[in-house]
């Protein structure tokens, strides 16, 4: 089979503590567990996740500033059934599955080729990944945090702060959130446990403004779709402590894999192969210096069942995941590829 874009190893969970967490729930046959869900989350959860992204991302607000939903693009249709945006601004390339929510709704697209081009234009909404760009894992600098949070008040402009992996970078100071920077105004901050936990469980959240709070109504117009169970089990993942074991161990378990693909790079890749895009800690990008070179990678991947993303800009570009792979097989793939081009 091909390994998910997000695949992940069942070792680098705690799994027992998990189960303690679902038993723990279900012992206590928690009332919630016979009601209709809350749309906008378990309260429970919603203050767990707020502590937590105070204590490590120096966000700002309240637990009715957080909602809940299982994926990204769920919390963008929500938002874009309320605030109904016109136009999106962002960096290129767009996260494909925030992309394809903005193409469903027929949102006006407004392609950013740089950071500095993103600060000229004017739109509804401004997407972006400060701490971990897509595909390339570049951080953005304090000064162009404060650039774009000015910017958004100038135009009148919501940014989509989406902070996924911010919690793995090895080669980069931690910044705080744009969120936080901008005492939570004008900004929605997005992220998820897709990488930090089981990626099965489908829960992500969103910390809106309270300027854009106010527009929603009491009743929200989606319903929950995040089950019951799983987010009062993760609400007692995270206040048990189990969850801040969890990203201890998850850590040492990316900085190894990380650390040995940066070494087989170093050791086998091809003059034919420009690398690039470790920062991300996520993945890595080979640029082939021509198509034949490009095709060549693209079947020694293919016959070891190993999923790859294709790039036009630059050309003959893949973007290769390698989370869900475990040491000896990253260290064999990576090795059959150098050596096979």
């Given at each position: 089979?091909?390994?998910?874009?997000?695949?992940?190893?069942?070792?680098?969970?705690?799994?027992?503590?998990?189960?303690?967490?679902?038993?723990?729930?279900?012992?206590?046959?928690?009332?919630?567990?016979?009601?209709?869900?809350?749309?906008?989350?378990?309260?429970?959860?919603?203050?767990?996740?707020?502590?937590?992204?105070?204590?490590?991302?120096?966000?700002?607000?309240?637990?009715?500033?957080?909602?809940?939903?299982?994926?990204?693009?769920?919390?963008?249709?929500?938002?874009?059934?309320?605030?109904?945006?016109?136009?999106?601004?962002?960096?290129?390339p767009l996260f494909d599955r925030?992309?394809?929510?903005?193409?469903?709704?027929?949102?006006?697209?407004?392609?950013?080729?740089?950071?500095?081009?993103?600060?000229?234009?004017?739109?509804?909404?401004?997407?972006?990944?400060?701490?971990?760009?897509?595909?390339?894992?570049?951080?953005?600098?304090?000064?162009?945090?404060?650039?774009?949070?000015?910017?958004?008040?100038?135009?009148?402009?919501?940014?989509?702060?989406?902070?996924?992996?911010?919690?793995?970078?090895?080669?980069?100071?931690?910044?705080?959130?744009?969120?936080?920077?901008?005492?939570?105004?004008?900004?929605?901050?997005?992220?998820?446990?897709?990488?930090?936990?089981?990626?099965?469980?489908?829960?992500?959240?969103?910390?809106?403004?309270?300027?854009?709070?106010?527009r929603f109504p009491s009743d929200?117009?989606?319903?929950?779709?995040?089950?019951?169970?799983?987010?009062?089990?993760?609400?007692?993942?995270?206040?048990?402590?189990?969850?801040?074991?969890q990203l201890r161990k998850l850590?040492?378990?990316?900085?190894?894999?990380?650390?040995?693909?940066?070494?087989?790079?170093?050791?086998?890749?091809?003059?034919?192969?420009?690398?690039?895009?470790?920062?991300?800690?996520?993945?890595?990008?080979?640029?082939?210096?021509?198509?034949?070179?490009?095709?060549?990678?693209?079947?020694?991947?293919?016959?070891?069942?190993?999923?790859?993303?294709?790039?036009?800009?630059?050309?003959?570009?893949?973007?290769?995941?390698?989370?869900?792979?475990?040491?000896?097989?990253?260290?064999?793939?990576?090795?059959?590829?150098?050596?096979?081009?």
């Amino acid at each position: 089979h091909h390994y998910a874009i997000l695949g992940q190893l069942a070792d680098a969970f705690d799994l027992s503590a998990l189960r303690k967490a679902y038993q723990h729930v279900l012992g206590a046959a928690h009332p919630a567990l016979f009601q209709p869900a809350d749309k906008a989350g378990e309260t429970a959860l919603r203050k767990a996740i707020l502590q937590h992204l105070i204590e490590i991302r120096e966000l700002t607000g309240t637990v009715q500033q957080v909602l809940i939903a299982s994926g990204i693009q769920n919390h963008l249709m929500l938002l874009a059934a309320v605030h109904k945006p016109r136009t999106i601004a962002f960096i290129e390339p767009l996260f494909d599955r925030a992309k394809n929510v903005f193409d469903l709704l027929d949102i006006q697209l407004v392609p950013c080729a740089d950071f500095a081009m993103l600060c000229q234009v004017e739109a509804d909404w401004m997407y972006l990944s400060p701490s971990n760009s897509y595909p390339g894992g570049d951080v953005l600098s304090i000064k162009d945090r404060l650039d774009i949070i000015e910017h958004a008040r100038q135009c009148g402009a919501f940014i989509i702060e989406d902070d996924y992996n911010h919690l793995f970078r090895y080669n980069a100071y931690q910044i705080p959130a744009i969120q936080g920077l901008a005492k939570g105004e004008r900004v929605i901050y997005i992220g998820a446990f897709s990488r930090t936990m089981p990626i099965s469980m489908r829960i992500s959240y969103m910390v809106l403004p309270l300027a854009m709070l106010t527009r929603f109504p009491s009743d929200l117009p989606l319903a929950q779709t995040v089950s019951t169970i799983d987010q009062l089990a993760m609400a007692d993942f995270m206040t048990s402590g189990a969850y801040t074991r969890q990203l201890r161990k998850l850590s040492g378990f990316a900085k190894r894999h990380n650390a040995l693909v940066s070494s087989l790079v170093e050791q086998h890749k091809p003059a034919s192969i420009d690398v690039w895009g470790l920062a991300s800690n996520m993945h890595m990008m080979m640029t082939a210096h021509d198509a034949r070179t490009c095709q060549r990678i693209k079947a020694l991947l293919t016959t070891q069942n190993l999923y790859y993303r294709p790039f036009e800009n630059p050309p003959h570009t893949l973007l290769f995941p390698y989370g869900g792979l475990d040491e000896t097989t990253l260290s064999a793939s990576l090795i059959k590829v150098f050596r096979g081009v």
